[in-house]
């Protein structure tokens, strides 16, 4: 294989299957109505109208289909039909199926026909199809360029801008880099290689990050990602990237599970659950790749990202079971088991964007549980919230990117006994792994907040959608820089954006956002704890 640049446009080069094979794809309505004379550019004179319409009718999407063209250089293939309410209409994940099969070999191109509000999801569906992370010794010399031209269809379908391209070139890099992120191996991708990487998103975008690294760790009160991370020989870290421009009136933090390789501790993991750990970086990864297209599309607001970057390595130095450590929201944690160890750097992490970056709106990203697989499933992010405008809003940006999340139950009042501890403020585990053990980890993290946290705190726990099959799918990237596209300068962003979050801040109400009686209880929760 080859190294392959990635390129968009908004319009079609002429150009000749025999010398650059073209792959179309579309809805089949979308084909159909917008036929031959669309994409004459790419297959005259090989393809005439007659083998192309002829074409169209024998396709039959179940729930794709391709038919080629011209041998194995022009190939048609359509999107399926049918799309169920919790499935993008972009049809995101058929899209990146459809380029693996059917790409071209070499230099080609690939025609996207659809709607101007399905470009930014597809663009990324495109980009996952082609990884950047590789160690094969057999790979071709130089670099091959794949170029991904959009036909726009539709009420809104003058074709795409300069900005719009650019957006959908720094959107393609930032899938591909998270990507390249977690597809790397610990040996190559450890702390100190992390931090490098954060340092160079920075240089791109002017701006020096703030690092916290090993014993500093200790002495500033980070007990929970000093724990973890202690045993490992290259040293945990907190790193931060803040973007402020001028008039920014809110703070916004996201912050980044960085667990670079995750043995489980002293609770060790079977051989078999430990293989592809070192995707436990994932939420770091999409935090750093996300925080890159955001600040390059002009972000208007101010935008931390967070990094809680720890090997959770086995050795005399690991933290142990019994163990009690203090995070630096003060709050103390029985350890019961080293293999919950996400929630324990979170917890640092969103404590110092709340305590030390004063943000009000706080997004946490992380390959957090097992569970959420068996709850949400392969495709689907899950999402635990304080506030169910902006859960509904995760669930929208969702379906517009392509990057879909689905909620879990928010009830601390049920479910944060779990924790419950006769010696600490809390236990790490919970007691009961069948009582919704991914809310349980969302709602670990929330309590160094403080239940009655006045802002908006998300919890986006990705631990399923972040690879597929046996690689990375950069996902989270387009998801919350839709989330948050108020906010962005690029208009194809900001025009699939959640409305009605233009406050961006947390209403004051019972304790439970309005949806029960029990207000007193979540303000209880925070002195139980």
Not at 41 to 61: G, M, R, S, W
Not at 230 to 259: E, M, Q
Not at 261 to 276: E, H, Q, W, Y
Not at 428 to 449: E, K, Q
Request: some cysteine; glycine content about 8%; proline content about 5%.
């Amino acid at each position: 294989m080859s190294v392959t640049e990635l390129r968009y446009s908004g319009s079609l080069l002429k150009t000749n299957p025999n010398e650059n094979g073209v792959l179309i794809i579309g809805q089949l309505k979308n084909i159909s109505a917008t036929g031959y004379d669309a994409v004459r550019a790419k297959l005259e004179p090989t393809v005439d109208h007659q083998t192309y319409n002829a074409a169209i009718t024998q396709l039959q999407p179940s729930p794709t289909d391709s038919i080629p063209l011209y041998f194995n250089k022009a190939t048609l293939s359509v999107l399926p039909t049918r799309c169920s309410r919790h499935n993008s209409t972009s049809r995101a994940l058929s899209i990146t199926r459809l380029v693996k099969q059917n790409c071209p070999s070499g230099d080609c191109f690939i025609v996207i026909i659809c709607e101007r509000q399905h470009v930014l999801a597809s663009a990324c569906a495109v980009a996952r199809a082609f990884p950047l992370f590789s160690c094969k010794s057999n790979k071709l010399p130089g670099q091959r360029i794949v170029t991904v031209e959009f036909v726009i269809v539709g009420n809104d379908a003058h074709p795409l801008s300069d900005a719009d391209t650019a957006c959908l070139h720094d959107a393609g890099y930032g899938v591909r880099l998270a990507a390249k992120i977690v597809d790397a191996p610990c040996a190559d991708m450890h702390t100190d290689t992390f931090v490098e990487e954060i340092k160079a998103v920075g240089a791109v975008l002017n701006i020096t990050p703030l690092i916290i690294r090993g014993e500093e760790l200790r002495e500033r009160g980070f007990g929970g990602l000093y724990g973890v991370g202690k045993a490992a020989t290259n040293p945990p870290a907190l790193v931060v990237l803040s973007h402020k421009p001028a008039g920014a009136t809110r703070s916004i933090a996201w912050v980044g599970k960085g667990i670079v390789f995750d043995t489980g501790g002293l609770c060790i993991k079977p051989k078999a659950s430990m293989l592809t750990m070192k995707r436990d970086c994932g939420g770091a990864a999409t935090v750093l790749a996300a925080f890159y297209l955001a600040v390059r599309q002009g972000f208007r607001d101010n935008l931390h990202a967070v990094f809680c970057l720890a090997e959770n390595a086995v050795g005399p130095l690991a933290c142990r079971p019994d163990d009690i450590l203090t995070l630096y929201s003060g709050r103390t944690v029985e350890i019961n088991n080293t293999d919950a160890e996400g929630r324990l750097v979170l917890g640092d992490g969103v404590t110092f964007a709340q305590r030390d970056l004063n943000c009000s709106i706080i997004v946490d990203v992380a390959t957090l549980t097992g569970a959420q697989g068996i709850a949400t499933g392969k495709y689907h992010a899950a999402v635990v919230s304080n506030d169910e405008q902006w859960e509904q809003a995760c669930v929208t940006a969702g379906l517009a990117s392509g990057d879909m999340c689905h909620p879990l139950p928010f009830s601390p009042e049920l479910h944060f006994s779990e924790f419950t501890s006769a010696v600490a403020d809390m236990k790490n585990s919970v007691a009961d792994r069948n009582n919704a053990p991914s809310s349980c980890a969302g709602l670990f993290i929330l309590s160094h907040l403080g239940f009655d946290f006045p802002g908006i705190w998300v919890h986006l726990d990705i631990a399923s959608p972040v690879a597929m099959g046996e690689r990375a799918t950069g996902y989270g990237v387009a998801l919350l820089n839709v989330l948050f596209g108020e906010a962005s300068s690029c208009d194809l962003i900001h025009a699939i954006a959640p409305t009605g979050l233009a406050s961006w801040a947390k209403v004051e109400d019972d304790g439970c956002n309005g949806n029960s009686e029990n207000g007193s209880a979540q303000k209880k929760l925070k002195t139980d704890v």
